[in-house]
């Protein structure tokens, strides 16, 4: 009986403190976008090519692009009738089956609100606006870093691979995913250590993709140590606390540690070695898949560094 108490008191707590710290990155998230708006005006122009263009490739198609979709939004719109569910009876046969935990229970939390758009509908104006939101953030990252022609770039970034875009037309994770990294790389550039703890404790509750994250911001620690010869400590440790409150708050904790370890080395690791989505693609077929990008490339080296004969 106590330790039914205890469990009880246990998931109460951590229900609040959940709940508290959504509703703060929420009003962050929305504080953060409406400062880069007010920046720069031209954002906001761009933010609508961006959407019609997402848009317009979504509904080519009347239904879910994928499959993982509609797992993501009706996980979704369980969750906004029941609550944090304990067990996932559907999936029997997986690594759901035991100890059940939701790893990426923000992505759900951002899904529950296109579910009262109806789940098939909704879950393509997620993926618009995951799509959009990717693109300003790449836009922006841009301008903020002072490169010239940031729209021809981001656009060409938009068109350069089918198979690229497919992806990100998935209502998954993806989108969100490089936006995150992409504002990791800025929060270190502008050494914004709160802004950087903030982004992996997003990271850490959206997918169990945070490890790359975690690897970019230590070969930003090796390289500034390598060349400035700086010791900066805080390029660690604020994304650690982000990492241990990100786990921590999770409504699933502990049990989201051992469903984070069979994601990562069980699944992703070994499992998916023997997966058509993570082999790399035979030669010619990665340059055409990619023949966009190689074209300005190819212009860029030949001005850069022309051969000795037409010199």
Known sequence: MQIILFKSIFSTIFYNIYNFTMHLLHNIFILLFLIIYLMNKKIIIASIVFLIISSIMQFTVPNIIGFDGYYHIKTADIIKKEGFIKEFPWAKHTIFADNYADIQILFRILLIPFTFLGLEFGAKIASI??????????????????????????????????????????????????????????????????????????????????????????????????????????????????????????????????????????????????????????FFEFIKNNILVFIPLRCFLQINFPSKSRA
């Open 129 to 282: 606006l995951f799509i959009t939101l990717l693109f300003i953030v790449f836009y922006w990252f841009l301008i903020e870093n002072k490169i010239k022609f940031p729209l021809f770039w981001t656009l060409l970034y938009l068109f350069t691979s089918a198979n690229l875009m497919n992806r990100f037309l998935l209502p998954r994770q993806m989108p969100l995913v490089i936006a995150l990294l992409i504002l990791t790389i800025y929060f270190l550039q502008r050494k914004k250590y709160l802004f950087l703890a903030l982004t992996t404790l997003i990271f850490v509750l959206l997918h169990s993709s945070f490890v790359f994250q975690l690897i970019l911001i230590l070969l930003y620690f090796i390289l500034e140590k390598i060349f400035s010869k700086k010791f900066d400590y805080k390029i660690l440790l604020y994304p650690f606390i982000g990492i241990i409150l990100g786990l921590v708050i999770n409504p699933y904790f502990p049990n989201n540690i051992s469903m984070l370890y069979t994601q990562i080395f069980n699944v992703n690791l070994i499992a998916n070695l023997f997966n058509v989505e993570w082999k790399p693609w035979p």
